[in-house]
Protein backbone atom coordinates (compact mmCIF):
# COMPACT_ATOMS: atom_id res chain seq x y z
CA UNK A 1 0.00 0.00 0.00
CA UNK A 2 1.51 3.82 -0.97
CA UNK A 3 1.98 6.47 1.98
CA UNK A 4 -0.11 9.91 1.35
CA UNK A 5 3.05 12.83 1.68
CA UNK A 6 3.00 16.25 1.47
CA UNK A 7 4.60 17.26 -1.35
CA UNK A 8 4.10 20.97 -1.47
CA UNK A 9 2.06 23.78 0.46
CA UNK A 10 1.07 27.27 -0.38
CA UNK A 11 -1.29 29.84 0.06
CA UNK A 12 -2.91 33.08 -1.50
CA UNK A 13 -4.67 36.51 0.41
CA UNK A 14 -5.85 39.01 -0.64
CA UNK A 15 -3.70 42.32 -0.47
CA UNK A 16 -6.14 43.92 1.46
CA UNK A 17 -5.98 44.35 5.20
CA UNK A 18 -9.19 45.31 7.27
CA UNK A 19 -8.20 45.99 11.30
CA UNK A 20 -10.78 45.69 14.03
CA UNK A 21 -10.26 49.63 13.91
CA UNK A 22 -11.61 49.53 10.43
CA UNK A 23 -14.75 47.40 11.21
CA UNK A 24 -15.22 49.83 14.21
CA UNK A 25 -16.07 52.61 11.19
CA UNK A 26 -18.95 50.78 9.68
CA UNK A 27 -20.33 49.20 12.58
CA UNK A 28 -20.44 48.86 16.25
CA UNK A 29 -17.81 47.07 17.56
CA UNK A 30 -14.58 47.67 18.96
CA UNK A 31 -10.36 46.42 18.49
CA UNK A 32 -11.22 45.44 22.14
CA UNK A 33 -14.41 43.26 21.86
CA UNK A 34 -12.70 41.53 18.89
CA UNK A 35 -9.63 40.62 20.62
CA UNK A 36 -10.87 39.75 23.94
CA UNK A 37 -13.43 37.35 22.16
CA UNK A 38 -11.72 35.79 19.89
CA UNK A 39 -7.80 37.02 19.31
CA UNK A 40 -8.23 38.20 15.92
CA UNK A 41 -6.42 41.45 15.07
CA UNK A 42 -6.73 42.01 11.11
CA UNK A 43 -8.62 39.84 8.55
CA UNK A 44 -7.97 40.09 4.41
CA UNK A 45 -11.24 40.94 2.64
CA UNK A 46 -11.35 41.85 -1.38
CA UNK A 47 -11.51 45.06 -1.65
CA UNK A 48 -13.87 45.51 -4.99
CA UNK A 49 -15.99 43.04 -5.87
CA UNK A 50 -14.54 41.09 -9.30
CA UNK A 51 -10.74 41.18 -7.81
CA UNK A 52 -10.68 38.03 -6.30
CA UNK A 53 -13.18 35.02 -6.35
CA UNK A 54 -12.87 31.72 -4.31
CA UNK A 55 -11.81 29.56 -7.32
CA UNK A 56 -8.98 32.14 -8.31
CA UNK A 57 -7.62 32.53 -4.89
CA UNK A 58 -7.46 28.61 -5.01
CA UNK A 59 -5.72 28.98 -8.22
CA UNK A 60 -3.10 31.03 -7.10
CA UNK A 61 -2.49 28.80 -4.02
CA UNK A 62 -2.65 25.84 -5.61
CA UNK A 63 0.31 27.00 -8.07
CA UNK A 64 2.04 28.26 -4.89
CA UNK A 65 2.03 24.70 -3.74
CA UNK A 66 2.79 22.86 -7.55
CA UNK A 67 6.43 24.74 -7.49
CA UNK A 68 6.66 24.29 -3.81
CA UNK A 69 6.69 19.98 -4.66
CA UNK A 70 8.70 21.26 -7.34
CA UNK A 71 6.12 19.94 -10.07
CA UNK A 72 3.98 21.63 -12.88
CA UNK A 73 0.15 21.42 -13.46
CA UNK A 74 0.31 18.55 -15.97
CA UNK A 75 1.61 16.67 -13.13
CA UNK A 76 -1.67 16.65 -11.22
CA UNK A 77 -3.47 13.43 -11.95
CA UNK A 78 -6.76 14.88 -9.64
CA UNK A 79 -8.39 17.88 -8.05
CA UNK A 80 -10.49 18.23 -4.48
CA UNK A 81 -11.27 21.67 -3.66
CA UNK A 82 -13.06 22.34 -0.34
CA UNK A 83 -15.12 25.37 0.09
CA UNK A 84 -17.99 26.75 1.98
CA UNK A 85 -18.16 30.13 -0.26
CA UNK A 86 -18.33 28.75 -4.49
CA UNK A 87 -18.15 31.13 -7.08
CA UNK A 88 -21.33 29.86 -8.07
CA UNK A 89 -24.29 27.82 -6.53
CA UNK A 90 -23.29 25.32 -9.18
CA UNK A 91 -20.51 24.43 -10.99
CA UNK A 92 -18.28 23.52 -7.81
CA UNK A 93 -14.84 25.47 -7.80
CA UNK A 94 -12.66 22.71 -8.55
CA UNK A 95 -13.40 22.38 -12.61
CA UNK A 96 -12.36 26.23 -12.68
CA UNK A 97 -9.25 25.40 -11.40
CA UNK A 98 -8.74 22.39 -13.40
CA UNK A 99 -9.41 24.68 -16.36
CA UNK A 100 -7.26 27.78 -14.78
CA UNK A 101 -4.41 25.57 -14.58
CA UNK A 102 -4.93 24.45 -18.20
CA UNK A 103 -4.48 20.49 -16.88
CA UNK A 104 -6.30 17.92 -18.97
CA UNK A 105 -9.59 16.54 -18.18
CA UNK A 106 -8.62 15.10 -15.19
CA UNK A 107 -11.26 14.54 -11.91
CA UNK A 108 -11.99 17.63 -9.97
CA UNK A 109 -14.02 17.17 -6.68
CA UNK A 110 -15.53 19.45 -4.50
CA UNK A 111 -15.79 18.55 -0.99
CA UNK A 112 -18.55 20.41 1.01
CA UNK A 113 -18.25 20.12 4.62
CA UNK A 114 -17.17 24.13 5.52
CA UNK A 115 -14.68 24.34 8.29
CA UNK A 116 -13.65 20.89 8.57
CA UNK A 117 -13.22 20.61 4.38
CA UNK A 118 -9.52 20.71 4.21
CA UNK A 119 -9.42 17.22 6.52
CA UNK A 120 -12.13 15.96 4.85
CA UNK A 121 -10.46 16.47 1.50
CA UNK A 122 -7.08 14.89 2.71
CA UNK A 123 -8.98 11.81 4.13
CA UNK A 124 -10.67 11.43 0.60
CA UNK A 125 -7.39 12.53 -0.96
CA UNK A 126 -5.56 9.54 1.26
CA UNK A 127 -8.01 6.66 -0.15
CA UNK A 128 -7.40 7.67 -3.54
CA UNK A 129 -3.41 7.43 -3.19
CA UNK A 130 -3.18 4.58 -0.68
CA UNK A 131 -4.67 2.70 -3.42
CA UNK A 132 -2.85 3.17 -6.02
CA UNK A 133 -5.82 5.33 -8.40
CA UNK A 134 -3.92 8.88 -8.31
CA UNK A 135 -0.08 9.73 -7.82
CA UNK A 136 -0.33 13.73 -7.04
CA UNK A 137 -3.35 14.86 -5.60
CA UNK A 138 -4.32 19.07 -5.41
CA UNK A 139 -6.28 19.64 -1.95
CA UNK A 140 -7.44 23.42 -2.30
CA UNK A 141 -9.58 25.23 0.69
CA UNK A 142 -10.58 28.82 -0.35
CA UNK A 143 -13.10 31.22 0.71
CA UNK A 144 -14.36 34.30 -0.71
CA UNK A 145 -16.14 35.37 2.42
CA UNK A 146 -16.24 39.19 2.44
CA UNK A 147 -18.79 39.19 0.23
CA UNK A 148 -21.54 37.33 1.63
CA UNK A 149 -21.46 38.70 5.30
CA UNK A 150 -23.82 41.62 6.50
CA UNK A 151 -21.37 44.63 7.64
CA UNK A 152 -23.58 46.40 9.54
CA UNK A 153 -24.52 46.46 13.31
CA UNK A 154 -26.87 43.77 12.64
CA UNK A 155 -24.73 41.34 11.69
CA UNK A 156 -21.49 42.02 13.90
CA UNK A 157 -21.62 38.75 15.54
CA UNK A 158 -20.70 36.87 12.81
CA UNK A 159 -18.81 39.40 10.44
CA UNK A 160 -16.08 40.64 12.73
CA UNK A 161 -14.52 36.93 12.59
CA UNK A 162 -14.44 35.68 9.00
CA UNK A 163 -11.60 36.64 6.19
CA UNK A 164 -10.88 35.46 2.58
CA UNK A 165 -8.12 33.73 1.82
CA UNK A 166 -6.50 30.25 0.06
CA UNK A 167 -4.09 27.53 0.88
CA UNK A 168 -3.34 24.42 -1.36
CA UNK A 169 -0.92 21.11 -1.03
CA UNK A 170 0.01 18.96 -3.30
CA UNK A 171 -0.27 15.41 -1.95
CA UNK A 172 1.87 12.72 -3.16
CA UNK A 173 2.13 8.65 -3.10
CA UNK A 174 5.30 7.55 -2.10
CA UNK A 175 6.68 3.71 -0.87
CA UNK A 176 8.39 5.12 1.68
CA UNK A 177 6.15 3.45 5.00
CA UNK A 178 8.00 5.41 7.96
CA UNK A 179 6.52 8.72 6.94
CA UNK A 180 3.16 10.12 5.13
CA UNK A 181 -0.73 10.45 6.94
CA UNK A 182 -1.07 7.98 9.52
CA UNK A 183 -4.83 7.82 10.23
CA UNK A 184 -7.92 10.78 9.55
CA UNK A 185 -11.13 10.34 11.68
CA UNK A 186 -14.25 12.15 10.16
CA UNK A 187 -17.36 12.62 12.38
CA UNK A 188 -20.93 15.00 11.97
CA UNK A 189 -23.61 15.34 13.59
CA UNK A 190 -26.45 16.66 11.67
CA UNK A 191 -29.10 18.02 14.45
CA UNK A 192 -27.01 20.77 14.90
CA UNK A 193 -26.96 21.75 11.20
CA UNK A 194 -28.97 24.77 11.40
CA UNK A 195 -26.52 25.99 14.35
CA UNK A 196 -23.95 27.41 11.90
CA UNK A 197 -25.70 28.03 8.69
CA UNK A 198 -26.54 29.94 5.59
CA UNK A 199 -30.07 28.75 4.92
CA UNK A 200 -30.58 30.83 2.01
CA UNK A 201 -30.80 30.85 -1.18
CA UNK A 202 -32.06 27.40 -0.62
CA UNK A 203 -33.63 24.55 -2.63
CA UNK A 204 -36.02 23.50 0.37
CA UNK A 205 -38.03 26.62 0.45
CA UNK A 206 -41.06 26.60 -2.02
CA UNK A 207 -41.73 30.12 -2.49
CA UNK A 208 -38.52 32.13 -3.74
CA UNK A 209 -36.59 28.91 -3.99
CA UNK A 210 -33.13 29.73 -5.56
CA UNK A 211 -34.11 33.73 -6.31
CA UNK A 212 -33.90 36.42 -3.33
CA UNK A 213 -36.55 38.53 -3.40
CA UNK A 214 -34.03 40.90 -1.95
CA UNK A 215 -35.79 41.45 0.85
CA UNK A 216 -33.22 43.75 3.05
CA UNK A 217 -34.45 41.87 5.98
CA UNK A 218 -34.12 38.40 5.25
CA UNK A 219 -30.93 37.24 7.37
CA UNK A 220 -30.93 33.77 5.61
CA UNK A 221 -29.07 35.76 3.06
CA UNK A 222 -26.29 36.02 5.55
CA UNK A 223 -24.21 32.98 7.56
CA UNK A 224 -25.94 32.39 10.76
CA UNK A 225 -23.85 30.96 14.19
CA UNK A 226 -25.12 30.31 17.40
CA UNK A 227 -21.67 31.69 18.71
CA UNK A 228 -21.99 30.46 22.52
CA UNK A 229 -23.52 26.66 21.23
CA UNK A 230 -20.60 26.57 18.53
CA UNK A 231 -17.80 27.41 21.07
CA UNK A 232 -18.25 24.82 23.73
CA UNK A 233 -19.13 21.68 21.18
CA UNK A 234 -16.04 22.97 19.44
CA UNK A 235 -13.91 22.63 22.52
CA UNK A 236 -15.40 18.98 23.34
CA UNK A 237 -15.13 18.34 19.31
CA UNK A 238 -11.93 19.31 18.58
CA UNK A 239 -9.84 17.51 21.69
CA UNK A 240 -12.17 13.96 21.21
CA UNK A 241 -10.85 14.25 17.58
CA UNK A 242 -7.75 14.13 18.29
CA UNK A 243 -7.16 12.19 20.96
CA UNK A 244 -9.24 9.81 18.67
CA UNK A 245 -6.29 9.85 15.95
CA UNK A 246 -3.90 9.68 18.77
CA UNK A 247 -5.18 6.51 20.30
CA UNK A 248 -5.62 4.93 16.50
CA UNK A 249 -1.66 5.01 15.76
CA UNK A 250 -0.85 4.34 19.69
CA UNK A 251 0.27 7.60 20.22
CA UNK A 252 -0.33 10.24 22.89
CA UNK A 253 -0.25 14.04 22.87
CA UNK A 254 2.85 14.34 24.03
CA UNK A 255 4.34 12.78 20.71
CA UNK A 256 2.48 15.80 18.71
CA UNK A 257 5.58 18.10 17.59
CA UNK A 258 3.28 20.88 16.14
CA UNK A 259 -1.02 21.19 16.04
CA UNK A 260 -2.85 22.80 13.57
CA UNK A 261 -6.42 23.14 14.64
CA UNK A 262 -8.70 24.80 11.91
CA UNK A 263 -8.88 28.68 12.98
CA UNK A 264 -12.28 29.21 14.28
CA UNK A 265 -11.34 31.23 17.38
CA UNK A 266 -8.03 31.74 19.41
CA UNK A 267 -10.13 31.53 22.36
CA UNK A 268 -11.03 27.78 21.05
CA UNK A 269 -7.62 26.96 20.05
CA UNK A 270 -5.89 27.92 23.35
CA UNK A 271 -8.78 26.14 25.66
CA UNK A 272 -7.77 23.03 23.34
CA UNK A 273 -4.26 23.47 23.96
CA UNK A 274 -4.40 23.69 27.75
CA UNK A 275 -6.96 20.86 27.79
CA UNK A 276 -4.51 18.73 26.02
CA UNK A 277 -1.48 19.57 28.18
CA UNK A 278 0.46 21.25 25.12
CA UNK A 279 2.81 23.57 25.21
CA UNK A 280 2.32 27.24 23.32
CA UNK A 281 5.03 26.44 20.86
CA UNK A 282 2.89 23.12 20.04
CA UNK A 283 -0.14 24.94 18.73
CA UNK A 284 -0.01 27.10 15.35
CA UNK A 285 -2.12 30.10 15.41
CA UNK A 286 -2.35 32.73 12.67
CA UNK A 287 -5.77 33.78 13.47
CA UNK A 288 -4.88 37.07 14.72
CA UNK A 289 -4.28 37.97 11.18
CA UNK A 290 -6.35 36.45 8.85
CA UNK A 291 -9.65 35.67 10.77
CA UNK A 292 -11.58 32.68 10.22
CA UNK A 293 -11.14 31.91 6.78
CA UNK A 294 -13.31 28.27 7.16
CA UNK A 295 -11.84 25.72 4.70
CA UNK A 296 -8.38 27.52 3.93
CA UNK A 297 -7.60 28.30 7.23
CA UNK A 298 -5.60 24.83 8.14
CA UNK A 299 -3.78 25.12 4.57
CA UNK A 300 -2.89 28.47 5.04
CA UNK A 301 -1.80 27.68 8.65
CA UNK A 302 0.22 25.22 6.87
CA UNK A 303 2.16 26.84 4.27
CA UNK A 304 2.86 29.36 6.90
CA UNK A 305 4.64 27.12 9.41
CA UNK A 306 6.38 26.01 6.60
CA UNK A 307 7.74 29.03 5.46
CA UNK A 308 8.36 30.16 9.67
CA UNK A 309 10.49 26.55 9.87
CA UNK A 310 7.85 25.59 12.32
CA UNK A 311 7.51 22.13 10.77
CA UNK A 312 10.34 19.99 10.15
CA UNK A 313 11.37 15.97 8.21
CA UNK A 314 9.97 13.60 11.41
CA UNK A 315 7.89 15.27 12.91
CA UNK A 316 4.47 14.59 13.79
CA UNK A 317 1.93 16.85 12.43
CA UNK A 318 -1.44 16.95 13.87
CA UNK A 319 -4.36 18.83 11.86
CA UNK A 320 -7.86 19.48 13.61
CA UNK A 321 -11.09 21.14 12.42
CA UNK A 322 -14.89 21.66 13.63
CA UNK A 323 -17.64 23.69 12.25
CA UNK A 324 -20.61 23.61 9.89
CA UNK A 325 -22.65 20.60 9.86
CA UNK A 326 -21.60 20.12 12.82
CA UNK A 327 -19.05 17.87 11.20
CA UNK A 328 -15.11 17.60 12.72
CA UNK A 329 -12.64 15.78 11.67
CA UNK A 330 -8.45 14.97 12.43
CA UNK A 331 -5.71 13.81 10.92
CA UNK A 332 -2.23 12.46 11.85
CA UNK A 333 0.51 12.92 9.34
CA UNK A 334 4.47 11.81 9.88
CA UNK A 335 6.62 14.36 8.00
N1 LIG B 1 -18.74 43.89 18.59
C1 LIG B 1 -19.29 44.34 19.72
N2 LIG B 1 -20.30 43.72 20.36
C2 LIG B 1 -20.77 42.60 19.80
C3 LIG B 1 -20.24 42.05 18.62
C4 LIG B 1 -19.19 42.76 18.00
N3 LIG B 1 -18.60 42.33 16.86
N4 LIG B 1 -20.91 40.93 18.32
C5 LIG B 1 -21.82 40.74 19.29
N5 LIG B 1 -21.75 41.75 20.17
C6 LIG B 1 -22.54 41.96 21.37
C7 LIG B 1 -23.86 41.23 21.35
O1 LIG B 1 -24.83 41.97 20.66
C8 LIG B 1 -24.16 41.07 22.81
O2 LIG B 1 -24.69 42.27 23.27
P1 LIG B 1 -25.85 42.27 24.40
O3 LIG B 1 -25.25 41.61 25.60
O4 LIG B 1 -26.14 43.72 24.58
O5 LIG B 1 -26.98 41.49 23.80
C9 LIG B 1 -22.79 40.90 23.44
O6 LIG B 1 -21.83 41.42 22.49
C10 LIG B 1 -22.44 39.46 23.75
O7 LIG B 1 -22.77 38.67 22.61
P2 LIG B 1 -22.48 37.14 22.57
O8 LIG B 1 -22.86 36.61 21.23
O9 LIG B 1 -23.07 36.51 23.80
O10 LIG B 1 -20.92 37.19 22.69
P3 LIG B 1 -19.96 36.03 23.09
O11 LIG B 1 -19.22 36.45 24.29
O12 LIG B 1 -20.62 34.71 23.07
O13 LIG B 1 -18.96 36.07 21.87
C11 LIG B 1 -18.45 34.84 19.89
C12 LIG B 1 -19.40 35.82 20.56
C13 LIG B 1 -17.08 35.47 19.79
C14 LIG B 1 -18.96 34.54 18.50
C15 LIG B 1 -18.40 33.60 20.78
O14 LIG B 1 -19.68 33.07 21.00
C16 LIG B 1 -17.53 32.55 20.19
O15 LIG B 1 -16.34 32.66 20.22
N6 LIG B 1 -18.14 31.51 19.65
C17 LIG B 1 -17.42 30.44 19.03
C18 LIG B 1 -17.81 30.37 17.69
C19 LIG B 1 -16.71 30.69 16.76
O16 LIG B 1 -15.63 31.07 17.07
N7 LIG B 1 -17.03 30.46 15.54
C20 LIG B 1 -16.11 30.65 14.54
C21 LIG B 1 -16.74 30.24 13.28
S1 LIG B 1 -17.35 28.65 13.37
C22 LIG B 1 -16.06 27.69 13.23
O17 LIG B 1 -15.14 27.98 12.55
C23 LIG B 1 -16.11 26.46 13.99
Known amino acids: MKRTVIAGVGHYVPENVVTNNDLSKIME?????????????????????????????GTKAARNAIADAGLEPKDIDFIIFAPLSP??????????????????????????NQCSGFVYGLSVADQFIKTGMYKNVLLIGSELHSGGLDKTTRGRGVSVIFGDGAGAVVLQASDDQSKGVLTTKLHSEGKHAKELALLGPATDRWVDRIIAENDPDDMSYYPYMNGNFVFKHAVTRFQEVILEALADVNKDASDI??????QANLRISQFVQKKMGLGPDKVFNNIMKYGNTTAASIPIALSEAKQEGRVKEGDLLCLAAFGSGFTWASALIQL
Do not use: C, K
Open 257 to 262: DLLIPH
Open 87 to 112: DYYFPGPGVQVQENLGIDTIGALDVR
Open 29 to 57: TSDQWIQERTGIQERRWVSAEGEDSTSGM
